[in-house]
């Protein structure tokens, strides 16, 4: 549950355009979209891409798909799979060149520039999609090879189901005036989702709280204190301390704060993003959105938004992932009542004459821990260095896959912050490249996520590597110390490498095909990675003193797994409540005085939320659902979690958690096949059977 799974380009504009491109005839002299990539390994010439390429290079890639679209459609030859559907497959290069570039650089080092440039083409480049989607001969042609199928081979048939299927939830079906219908919706939504995530990100960078007295200060560990000094230097204010509404600032200052005043503060700038009555404001958005999102749906036959979204997800409908999410609410809830009546009655036993709040929890929690298991995050940071962290990835890649990574040096990189590595496969072929971004920064969306640059595929006979990147927003470096994580870092990068290996053990022939899983699958790869991250025997190997070297002592093991269920109650109810939240919008079939708060906070009371805990993300920041493509998908999380669960159980039953027969396994049936199998058959092919519940309320401490 720690991050966002981004495709390289938004999933509506480009279908069938992954691949990277040679030379194209258009003479825009030095536009790099318009030459070859001699970079190593074809990666993009950030080092030359500046803001005025991206334009013409977008309409250019637009216009070239657009002639080979007509091409196919228009051919005179009887359809088949080569002319047709894996022409397709194969359409648009340039214009996916550009775009993987362009819609990664809005989140990761985007500028108003570029998000105003997203903005004003975005209904251009949907009404390009809506072109190829809604292209009447062009389906004609799909569904003449879909109806014969049959007689092609296994991966043939698979890309040309999905094909049709993208063709009629896209809306081949419909009569012309709702097709005509469907095109202003599509575009509408393309504008309204970049401008949530816009304002999100604006409200999030226009919150600073400055300290200016030492006594503000009571309670914070001196790390955290020198963080703040060193980030108001940075932002021109020295002398002084800033904390923001990142995470790695406003977390330690939630912990370990003894001015409970500027714990509300900082966590009100936190919570009240888009919800503040100015220009960033989100909720009349979040009504439109929701709204047009229905009508949708019900052009295309489904009864709501998430009917639409679930039909091709694991979960098939709402019922079932209601039916989910609320067995585990049901075992989650008490044990979150507990916590916080613990809290309350540290609260009281201390002389507070107060209740907990929201800004409370990470506070006495935090106290709760250091009393029961005599830890803290400040004891176990040390053992965390970034670096001993990234190292221990790589050394567990190789003792399950027999993978590599070699740093390149003479590599572009889209920010200076940025880097690249070669992976080598256990042959010591080239698998792979690898960009990693860690911090945060003004240009950069918080949160986590793995995207990628090229997804694997195979091209006139050449297999095409992939280019994967990892963007997090972890805690700096300090001075002389090197950025010291805490265990939610440690467990979001170990995350965030497992979407990194999925991409780079893709095998499949066709760009459509690679990494193409159900939302409620793909975090498998990445969540099953986590159980690994705090596993006594891979602490061992990595969690090192960045001081001294020493391994992290036993003690310090014992008090991490027997307090491994510590305050699961919450991390566990705030994540559903986000997660039904979601899924309460979108199974609405009537929108019509919609009031986005009076309507979250009815949702909320409705499942009992207790009053001292919020939902993970509330409607006006909930970027997942509004602006990233997990709509109706965030329970997706907890799903996939019942999978990885069992499949860790799997390694650990075999008595061997680097066992290298099982990890063979997991790539070829599980990481590999992208939408050559159904997700269900994939899982079921590895472990032998359907998934059980069991392993993950096991996990949770729940059972």
Same mark, same amino acid.
């Given at each position: ?17 992954? !691949? ?49 679209? +007509? ?23 340039? *214009? ?33 999609? +809506? ?24 991966? #043939? ?12 939830? !896209? ?160 075992? #989650? ?103 990693? +971004? ?138 559903? #409540?986000?997660?039904?939240? +979601? ?10 005085? *919609? ?58 039953? !075999? ?39 069991? #392993? ?8």
């Amino acid at each position: 549950m720690k991050s966002t799974f981004i495709f390289p380009v938004m999933t509506i504009i480009i279908l069938f355009s992954m !691949s990277a491109c040679g030379p194209n005839k258009t003479d825009l002299s030095d536009n790099p979209f318009f030459s070859e990539w001699n970079t190593p390994f074809g990666v993009p010439p950030f080092d030359k891409i500046k803001f005025e390429h991206y334009q013409p290079a977008l309409e250019e890639g637009m216009k070239q798909q657009k002639a080979e679209i +007509d091409s196919i459609a228009n051919n005179t030859e009887a359809p088949t799979f080569e002319n047709t559907v894996a022409a397709l497959d194969a359409s648009g290069e340039l *214009l996916s060149k550009v775009s993987s570039v362009f819609f990664n650089m809005l989140s990761a080092n985007t500028s108003d520039s570029l998000q105003q440039l997203a903005q004003d083409m975005a209904p251009a480049m949907t009404q390009h999609s +809506d072109d190829i989607m809604l292209n009447g001969k062009l389906f004609e042609r799909i569904k003449t090879v879909y109806d014969s199928r049959e007689s092609l081979d296994y991966e #043939a048939q698979k890309l040309t189901e999905i094909t049709y299927t993208d063709f009629v939830r !896209s809306g081949a079906l419909l009569n012309d005036k709702d097709k005509k219908r469907l095109r202003e919706v599509n575009e509408k939504l393309a504008v309204l989702d970049l401008q949530f995530g816009d304002h999100v990100m604006a409200d999030n960078n226009a919150f600073q709280m400055v300290l200016e007295k030492e006594d503000d200060l009571v309670g914070l560990p001196q790390s955290v204190i020198d963080g703040a000094a060193q980030l108001a230097e940075e932002n021109g204010i020295s002398g002084k301390w800033l904390f923001t509404a990142d995470k790695p600032s406003m977390i330690p200052f939630l912990q370990y704060s003894d001015r409970r005043d500027l714990r509300e503060k900082i966590y009100r700038g936190y919570f009240m993003r888009g919800d503040y009555g100015n220009e960033n404001d989100n909720k009349d958005l979040i009504v439109q959105i929701v709204s047009l999102r229905l009508e949708r749906a019900n052009l295309l036959g489904y009864e709501n938004h998430a009917s639409f979204i679930l039909d091709r997800n694991m979960s098939k409908n709402p019922e079932n992932v209601y039916d989910l999410l609320m067995k585990i609410w049901d075992a #989650a809830l008490p044990v979150a009542k507990t916590e916080a009546a613990d809290m309350q009655k540290m609260i009281d036993a201390e002389g507070g004459d107060f209740e907990l709040a929201t800004w409370d929890w990470w506070y006495y929690s935090e106290k709760i821990r250091k009393e029961k298991y005599d830890l803290d995050e400040e004891m176990l940071r040390p053992y965390f260095s970034l670096e001993n962290v990234r190292e221990g990835i790589f050394l567990l890649s190789n003792k399950l896959y027999g993978i590599t990574f070699k740093k390149i040096e003479d590599i572009p990189v889209y920010h200076p912050d940025a880097y690249a590595y070669e992976v080598l496969d256990n042959d010591g072929s080239h698998l792979a490249v690898l960009y990693m +971004d860690f911090h945060p920064r003004a240009s950069k969306q918080g949160g986590a996520w793995c995207t990628s640059y090229r997804d694997q595929h195979v091209s006139n006979g050449k297999n095409i590597t992939p280019v994967v990147s990892i963007v997090m927003n972890f805690t700096s470096p300090n001075g002389d110390s090197p950025a010291l994580l805490n265990l939610d870092e440690v467990l979001t990068f170990f995350h965030e490498f497992g979407h990194a290996l999925h991409g780079f053990f893709s095998d499949v022939t066709y760009k459509r095909l690679s990494g193409f899983v159900p939302r409620d699958f793909v975090e498998l790869p990445s969540q099953v990675m986590e159980h690994w991250a705090l596993h006594p025997e891979m602490l061992k190997l990595y969690a090192k003193h960045y001081e001294t070297g020493e391994v992290i002592p036993d003690e310090l093991i014992k008090k991490i797994e027997e307090s491994s269920h510590f305050n699961q109650g919450f991390a566990t109810v705030e994540y559903l #409540a986000a997660s039904l939240l +979601d899924m309460d919008y979108h199974t609405l079939t009537d929108v019509s005085d *919609l009031d986005v708060i009076e309507f979250e906070n009815s949702a909320m009371k409705k499942i009992g939320l207790i009053k001292e805990i919020l939902p993970r993300y509330r409607s006006t920041y909930f970027n997942h659902i509004f602006s990233g493509g997990y709509s109706a998908g965030y329970y997706s999380y907890i799903w996939s979690e019942v999978l990885d669960s069992d499949v860790f159980e799997a390694f650990v039953e !075999s008595g061997d958690i680097f066992n290298k027969e099982l990890a063979a396994k997991f790539r070829k049936e599980i990481l590999a096949p992208g939408g050559l199998q159904d997700a269900l058959d994939m899982f079921v092919n590895f472990r032998g059977r359907e998934p059980q519940v069991d #392993a993950l309320l096991r996990n949770r401490g729940l059972k």
